[in-house]
């Protein structure tokens, strides 16, 4: 979280809010045929994404699918009320300035 904290002030989102708009619009874009309708989307995923994202290459699939059942596994424990034990599983996964981290870490918040 403090990343994001960081984030906001340096005005890459106005709020925390923005931010996790931002992150349940790109799960939602990388698990399918989804079109984001969040203003200026790509621009922030060009600018918190420098490099390709992982769905780019065909070799990639693997790190995508990878991906989807460590934040499904996330979100199960978050449901169970084990919020230490699903950032436990975050921190083993990725490391904290992993952008995926910060997007497993937001979907926590609505859990908390």
């Known amino acids: 979280m ?4 960081e984030m906001v002030e340096e005005d890459i989102f106005a709020s925390k809010s923005e931010f ?3 992150a349940v619009e790109f799960v939602l874009s990388e698990l399918g045929e989804y079109d984001p309708e969040m203003v200026d989307f790509e621009e922030l995923r060009s600018e918190l994404f420098v490099s390709e994202p992982a769905t780019a290459g065909d070799g990639d699939a693997a790190l995508n699918e990878a991906f989807y059942e460590n934040a499904a596994r996330v979100r199960q424990y978050a449901i169970r009320g084990e919020i230490e034990t699903a950032e436990e599983y975050i921190d083993t996964a990725y490391p904290v300035t992993d952008p995926r981290c910060l997007l497993l870490d ?3 918040e609505a859990y908390r």
Request: charged fraction near 50%.
């Open 2 to 5: 403090d990343r994001v904290e």
């Open 20 to 22: 996790q708009r931002f």
């Open 106 to 108: 937001e979907l926590l």
